[in-house]
């Protein structure tokens, strides 16, 4: 089975900074996909942004970036300029893409890191 | 479309009642899963079908839950006699395909079970 582990219970940056989000994941599968998902207080969660495990390019959206090192099965979160609005839980998340294992197709998440903004 | 919608947002019920919680997925959607989370933590996986096909339960699912997709549309999760225990909230998700590349799963805004 497979685990994600995130080490950082809570975050603080001050706005318009950069901060980083820690995740690191066990599997033995090659193939799956790696996601960072936003949950606002009270509000439904997000798909901030994916990478598949084939790609050697990092994932890009906007101000928000990963780092993907496959080898050390790590998967860290980027946001720079921060801004109030990225105040949330965020939680990394992995999905299999092994079509013969019980856990293909579902999610499985991480204990999530609460990310603090200061004005 | 609006999304994946769950219903009731909150509820409320004493130990011992059984309560029942709906989620309509995103229309076309063929996959749908069920998710519990408990405050501070990840969401853990419960169950998911595809269409009307109940594929995998969690063994977090004792036999006082259950969980139906008559018509391949809406769902229904039900726990019978709930315990304490039980409170958490209640995450419904939707995506289309059978989970290759591409297909992101869509998440509710969830339904808060909390047992007095």
């Known amino acids: 089975a497979q685990t994600v582990t995130q080490s950082q219970p809570e975050m603080s940056v001050q706005e318009a900074e950069t901060v980083t989000l820690s995740c690191t994941y066990d599997t033995s599968e090659s193939d799956y996909y790696l996601f960072w998902y936003k949950q606002p207080p009270s509000r439904q969660m997000i798909l901030v942004i994916r990478?598949?495990?084939?790609?050697?390019q990092n994932a890009t959206e906007n101000r928000f970036s990963v780092n993907f090192q496959k080898a050390a099965k790590s998967f860290s979160l980027k946001i720079s300029d921060s801004q109030l609005g990225d105040a949330a839980m965020y939680f990394c998340?992995?999905?299999?893409?092994?079509?013969?294992?019980?856990?293909?197709?579902?999610?499985?998440f991480g204990q999530g890191t609460i990310l603090t903004v200061h004005p | 479309d609006t999304g994946v919608s769950q219903d009731p947002r909150h509820k409320i019920t004493k130990r011992g009642q059984n309560v029942t919680f709906r989620c309509d997925p995103i229309?076309?959607?063929?996959?749908l899963y069920w998710y519990r989370q408990t405050l501070g933590q990840g969401p853990e996986f419960l169950t998911y079908f595809q269409n009307e096909a109940q594929l995998e339960k969690s063994r977090l699912l004792s036999d006082r839950f259950s969980a139906e997709r008559p018509k391949g549309s809406f769902s229904t999760l039900e726990i019978q006699r709930t315990e304490q225990g039980d409170s958490a909230m209640y995450l419904c998700?939707?995506?289309?395909?059978?989970?290759?590349?591409?297909?992101?799963?869509?998440f509710g805004e969830g339904s808060w079970l909390t047992v007095v």
């Open positions: 998340a992995y999905r299999s893409l092994n079509t013969g294992g019980t856990s293909y197709g579902k999610l499985t």
């Open positions: 990478q598949e495990a084939y790609k050697q």
């Open positions: 998700a939707s995506s289309l395909g059978s989970g290759g590349y591409g297909n992101t799963i869509y």
């Open positions: 229309s076309e959607h063929n996959r």
